[in-house]
């Protein structure tokens, strides 16, 4: 590889943004939607995605004792599925996010860089000096 | 691989919480943290796992609106994800509850992974009509 890639998810927002569409509108954009994917893995610059069932759960508290109904956020903010991409830079992402073809729908794209690492062992090496994992999770 | 194992995205929605905590605690959970996911690993549950930097964009609506940052505050910001494969929806709870940084208020949401777009089921529900759909 010539230049660094780095990674990038995008994260597809709103699960309910197709429900108003006619069969003939929700079928050109599913299948723009597929054709879109498939190009993006034939370029090299994404190695996978998935859609999201609707439903869901939310863990939290001390060992888990909580649990909500999920998903996370109402129906239009909430996740409805993702693509793992490499890329340039975050221009070259947005500009991936920006043919996405629910846009036009509603469908909000949410475009994060992935981390080397988490951010908790990030700021363990800048407090200490050094790496408290050695072998890499990130 | 195991066929009858389906896919499972758990997302791990937090703030900061670490930059809060001393660092001998903090060294604590990166290690609870690490061994965590590296048993997920070796027990063949675990595919893929990465953080996410809290910075990126938000691509909107009318074609070409872009804003900086994560889409919700910070608080409910995702931090990052695991894709998970479990033999049930249980399985994946149980992992969610036994991550360790959930002491700290990190919200675990566990979203089962779809086979189909589920666009795709509506158009087939819409086309075909209930008869049809009631036979798949």
């Known amino acids: 590889m010539s230049t660094e890639k ?17 069969p003939e ?19 090299g610059r994404c190695s996978g995605g ?7 759960k939310l863990v939290s508290g001390k060992k888990g004792r909580t649990v909500a109904d999920g998903p996370f956020a109402e129906s239009k903010e909430a996740i409805g599925g ?6 340039e830079d975050e221009a070259e992402a947005v500009a991936i996010a920006q043919q996405c073809p629910g846009l036009d729908y509603g469908c909000v794209v949410e475009v994060r860089p992935v981390a080397d690492m988490c951010g908790a062992r990030s700021r363990g090496i800048e407090l200490t000096g050094r790496d408290a994992v050695v072998a890499g999770v990130s | 691989m195991n066929p009858t194992k389906t896919d499972y995205l758990l ?35 675990a595919k893929a ?30 931090g990052g994800f695991l894709l998970l494969a479990a033999d049930s929806f249980e399985e994946a709870m149980d992992v969610a509850r036994s991550f360790p940084s959930l002491r700290y208020g990190t919200v675990v949401e566990v979203r089962p992974v779809a086979q189909e777009c589920p666009s795709w089921v509506r158009l087939r529900e819409l086309t075909e009509g ?7």
């Open chain 2, 130 to 136: 209930p008869l049809a759909s009631a036979t798949v």
């Open chain 2, 49 to 78: 796992a990465q953080g996410l930097v809290r910075q990126g964009a938000t691509v909107s609506q009318k074609r070409g609106s872009v804003t900086d940052g994560p889409f919700v505050e910070s608080k409910e910001a995702i």
């Open chain 1, 82 to 87: 993702y693509f793992y991409l490499h890329v």
């Open chain 1, 25 to 43: 509108q929700l079928q050109q954009v599913v299948a723009n939607w597929y054709a879109w994917f498939e190009r993006l893995k034939q370029e």
């Open chain 2, 11 to 45: 997302l791990f929605r937090s703030d900061n919480w670490y930059d809060e905590l001393p660092v001998e605690e903090l060294r604590g959970v990166i290690e609870q943290n690490k061994a965590w996911f590296e048993r997920l690993l070796a027990q063949g549950q």
């Open chain 1, 6 to 22: 780095s990674d990038y998810m995008l994260l597809f927002r709103g699960t309910n943004w197709d429900k108003e569409l006619s």
């Open chain 1, 50 to 56: 998935h859609p999201l069932q609707g439903e869901g």
